[in-house]
């Protein structure tokens, strides 16, 4: 079992930056690929960024590429997602989630969860 928190999420003006934090409970974190969704209003929950369980291997949706750098921490059992000149467009909920496959997390399809942490980027 694997239990996610999500936090870092605010309110940021157009060219600004922010960093998502997802912290895993659970001894099998550090074995489990990691990514982030999210879903604006009316939308269906879109793929962000997704790592490999030893950060070998990093995707990236186009709409962040470049703008986004997702990370982690095993030793904290900790992921990250870094976002610099943010848009209004990237106002959503972002979500973490977490399975062993990284063809899950990226296919969002994984089992585990967070319960979001709210981005407002304004104009």
């Known amino acids: 079992q694997v239990q996610l928190v999500e936090s870092g999420g605010g309110l940021v003006q157009a060219g600004g930056s922010l960093r998502l934090s997802c912290a895993a409970s659970?001894?099998?974190?550090?074995?489990?690929?990691m990514g982030w969704f999210r879903q604006a209003p009316g939308k269906e929950r879109d793929f962000v960024a997704a790592?490999?369980?030893?950060?070998?291997?990093?995707y990236y949706a186009d709409s962040v590429k470049g703008r986004s750098t997702i990370s982690r921490d095993n030793a904290k059992n900790a992921v990250y997602l870094q976002m610099n000149s943010l848009k209004p467009e990237d106002t959503a909920v972002y979500y973490c989630?977490?399975?062993?496959?990284?063809?899950?997390?990226?296919?969002?399809?994984?089992?585990?969860w967070g319960q979001g942490t709210q981005v407002t980027v304004s104009s």
């Open positions: 790592i490999s369980w030893d950060s070998v291997s990093t």
């Open positions: 659970g001894r099998a974190f550090s074995s489990y690929a």
């Open positions: 989630t977490a399975d062993p496959l990284p063809g899950t997390v990226v296919s969002g399809t994984a089992d585990y």
